[in-house]
């Protein structure tokens, strides 16, 4: 089984044997066989600490399905982990890392509060992954999704999330940052202090330093980065009335958050409509109805209902 383990971490198995070892992930948590396996690996991780991105690899594939299946059991959990690893430098000592996962279903949002009295406010779909006590240089959290931070200032210890090929590096500062893996764009609004963004693109790593009232968007499928401006002062977040900001942002995105925060599907049917690109905002609590009359209201896009499926269409 530690095997399979390590090749489902490293994404070498196939979709039926994915299936086997996440039964067996379910089935076994807890156990000691379990607890194991992952240490196993986990040390082998650590014993390769120069090659930084298999040792992201390992925390983050295995991170998602726990998550997956804990949501489905609970609806909204949070799961601590703990591994130790022997660590040798020069005299041995015993590292303790404790992981606390929370995974938001759709239609749901959630508020974190980490160690440092960082705050993170979680919309829907959205995955965090964060130490139970924070240590070493960095603070270090892990997220796949959307969320407003009210990041603790700590000079000496920089806040750092780790995501889909963007890494965000703070001191203290009030942002959203979204980066969903599924979606083609990420998006970054700085309200208040300063922001580096470390983007992992097709051919090359690029740092972008941003200040209040900058919009970083990036698209990984053709790399292309905008920095452009908007008016902070009045901004409401996500979570604030159930804020929406569309941003020139194309309808295939749209359509994502649109289903997540509403929990319903939402289909784009031709590529016309998905890449084309809307500035809508809606800051008071409107409902999905209404969201789509206004974004209809050109006579462009036509809305039918079939079941509990949207379908968006050019007119």
């Given amino acids: 089984m530690k095997n399979k383990l390590q090749k489902y971490f490293t994404d070498r198995l196939s979709i039926r044997?994915?299936?086997?070892?996440?039964?067996f992930i379910c089935a076994n948590e807890g156990s000691q066989?379990?607890?194991?396996?992952?240490?196993?690996?986990?040390?082998?991780?650590?014993?390769?600490?120069?090659q930084q991105t298999p040792r992201n690899s390992f925390i983050r594939?295995?991170?998602?399905?726990?998550?997956?299946f804990a949501a489905v059991a609970a609806l909204l959990v949070a799961i601590p982990l703990t591994y130790k690893a022997g660590v040798n430098t020069g005299e041995e000592r015993i590292a303790a890392i404790?992981?606390?996962?929370?995974?938001?279903?759709?239609?749901?949002?959630?508020?974190?509060?980490?160690?440092?009295?960082?705050?993170l406010h979680l919309n829907s779909g959205s995955r965090l992954t964060y130490p139970a006590t924070f240590s070493g240089d960095n603070r270090t959290v892990f997220m796949d999704g959307e969320a407003y931070l009210d990041v603790a200032k700590d000079p000496e210890h920089p806040f750092v999330i780790k995501s889909q090929g963007i890494d965000i590096k703070v001191l203290g500062t009030s942002f959203n940052f979204k980066n969903f893996a599924q979606e083609r764009t990420s998006e970054l609004l700085l309200v208040d202090g300063s922001v580096e963004a470390n983007i992992s693109g097709h051919n090359?790593?690029?740092?972008?330093?941003?200040?209040?009232?900058?919009?970083?968007?990036y698209n990984r499928e053709n790399d292309k980065l905008d920095v452009t401006r908007f008016t902070p002062f009045g901004y409401k977040a996500f979570y604030e009335d159930n804020s929406l900001h569309f941003y020139d942002m194309e309808m295939s995105d749209i359509a994502l958050d649109l289903s997540r925060r509403f929990n319903c599907e939402i289909v784009v049917l031709d590529e016309d409509?998905?890449?084309?690109?809307?500035?809508?905002?809606?800051?008071?609590?409107?409902t999905l109805d209404q969201i789509l009359a206004v974004m209809s209201s050109d006579g462009k896009m036509s809305v039918r209902r079939t079941g509990k499926t949207i379908y968006l269409q050019s007119k």
């Fill in 273 to 286: 409509l998905a890449s084309s690109r809307y500035f809508s905002i809606f800051t008071n609590n409107e």
């Fill in 33 to 50: 066989e379990l607890d194991d396996s992952l240490r196993v690996l986990f040390e082998e991780c650590l014993n390769t600490s120069e």
């Fill in 204 to 217: 090359e790593t690029r740092l972008v330093r941003l200040k209040p009232g900058d919009r970083m968007l």
């Fill in 61 to 68: 594939r295995a991170h998602p399905f726990i998550l997956t």
């Fill in 17 to 23: 044997e994915e299936e086997d070892v996440q039964k």
């Fill in 98 to 119: 404790e992981w606390v996962e929370v995974s938001v279903p759709f239609g749901e949002k959630q508020t974190v509060t980490l160690a440092d009295g960082t705050t």
